[in-house]
């Protein structure tokens, strides 16, 4: 599985990006996407997850402001959002894709990377 995202870039404080992440090859296997963010000298933590059946999860520091969704396609998970809003300059930092696949989840893959940086 390879993931690509985009849509990262500059925004003013309470303003909105889109983030998407696209999966190519052996999507039929991914049971659950999810994005992550690392901002400098901190660990990478959970945004938000979704699973193939379309349940949400999200950390406390986004809830109400950012929503992810998906594009299922023939029950597979090709394309990945997030859609930002209210955006905080703690909200600055490079945010990756990530997917879990196989039987119990057993593997797990990162796309490279999209910058968000939110100025106040």
């Known amino acids: 599985v390879q993931l690509v995202e985009s849509g990262g870039g500059l925004v003013q404080a309470g303003g909105s990006l889109r983030l998407s992440c696209t999966a190519s090859?052996?999507?039929?296997?991914?049971?659950?996407m999810g994005w992550y963010r690392q901002a400098p000298g901190k660990q990478r933590e959970l945004v938000a997850s979704i699973t193939k059946g379309g349940s949400t999860n999200y950390a406390d520091s986004v809830k109400g402001r950012f929503t992810i969704s998906r594009d299922n396609t023939k029950d597979t998970m090709n394309t990945m959002y997030l859609h930002t809003n209210s955006l905080k300059p703690e909200d600055t930092a490079v945010y990756y894709c990530?997917?879990?696949?196989?039987?119990?989840?057993?593997?797990?893959?990162w796309g490279q990377g999209t910058q968000v940086t939110v100025s106040s």
């Open positions: 990530n997917a879990r696949a196989g039987l119990g989840n057993t593997y797990e893959f």
């Open positions: 090859g052996s999507i039929f296997s991914i049971n659950v």
